[in-house]
């Protein structure tokens, strides 16, 4: 059903505003994690200044290490709603477990699928019947094929909204966090109908990389991208290093005008 074959034209995702997957290039930015209410206000006001469409920020986070910070929970989610009310961009957020559905489709607007949970065939069904936005994040070591595979179990539960979302793979290169798998993008574009995200954060996992691999997205014909921001990075929670700053994000945006701002 994600096929080209079975429909040709793109499919346009949308919740509380915005649009992925039209003509626009569209950015979803925020904090790795919600950490309090100051940092998430204060970073959401600098990104929809900017141009963001969406406001990212997670609250059940998937930690490498069982010591590092878990993410705010569902404090974290009435957080995003409250964000979501003041300022008016609506909000994505990554859903770890089926029991949490319930608060994540009160709070939130774009349910995010973390690469470690692309194939949780459960979680996978779970936000299907939900009809909420989906955000598809890529598995570490999946191929394309596995990823529309993923999509295409969210879509036979009766969820046609779904964003697919490049975020690097494992590769042998160390010299990145991941390797940002751009060919995946132009071949997703062939293949399926569905919007098409890029995460040069999580794909390079350096704040420097991350505004010329936003510009690549752009330019390999990427829907849009989701970008970490931070206000005060060297004190994030999580993913700090490959946080843009305010001004970088700023920056990030005059870069991109052209694709943002086409007709
Ligand atoms: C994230 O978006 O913060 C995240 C954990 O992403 P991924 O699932 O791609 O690692
Ligand atoms: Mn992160």
């Known amino acids: 059903m994600v096929s080209r074959e079975v429909q040709a034209h793109d499919t346009v995702v949308r919740f509380g ?18 950490e309090s209410e ?14 963001a469409v969406a406001l990212r920020g997670g ?8 010591y590092d910070f878990q993410g705010m ?22 859903v770890m477990e089926v029991s949490q559905m319930d608060a994540m489709c009160e709070y939130i607007d774009c349910l995010q699928i973390g690469a470690r949970n692309m194939q949780n065939y459960a979680l996978l069904k779970a936000v ?39 975020r690097g793979i494992r590769t042998y290169e160390t010299a990145t966090r991941n ?8 071949v ?3 293949r399926t109908h569905l919007p098409v995200v890029v995460d ?34 060297c004190e994030a929670l999580s993913d700090g290093h490959q946080a843009l700053t305010g001004p970088m994000f700023e920056q990030l945006m005059q870069e991109l005008k052209p694709f943002v701002e086409a007709a």
């Open 179 to 186: 390797t940002l798998d751009l060919n995946a993008v132009a």
């Open 200 to 233: 040069p954060s999580h794909g390079t996992g350096v704040r420097e990389l991350v505004i010329p691999l936003s510009r690549a997205a752009a330019a390999v014909g990427a829907d849009g991208i989701i970008v970490e921001t931070h206000l005060n990075p």
């Open 73 to 94: 929970g569902l404090d974290g989610l009435k957080l995003l709603k409250q964000a979501n009310q003041q300022l008016g961009l609506p909000t994505v957020s990554e």
């Open 17 to 34: 505003g915005a649009a992925i997957g039209g003509e626009k290039f569209a950015v979803i930015a925020g904090p790795c994690s919600v």
């Open 38 to 51: 100051s940092q998430l206000m204060s970073v959401a006001e600098v990104v929809k200044k900017h141009g």
């Open 188 to 190: 997703l574009k062939q």
């Open 59 to 66: 609250a059940y986070k998937p930690r490498t290490s069982p």
């Open 128 to 166: 299907g019947e939900s009809k909420k936005p989906v955000l598809l994040k890529r598995g570490l070591s999946a191929t394309i094929e596995e990823l529309l595979l993923a999509a295409e179990y969210i879509y036979d539960a009766g969820n046609p909204n779904i964003i697919l979302c490049e």
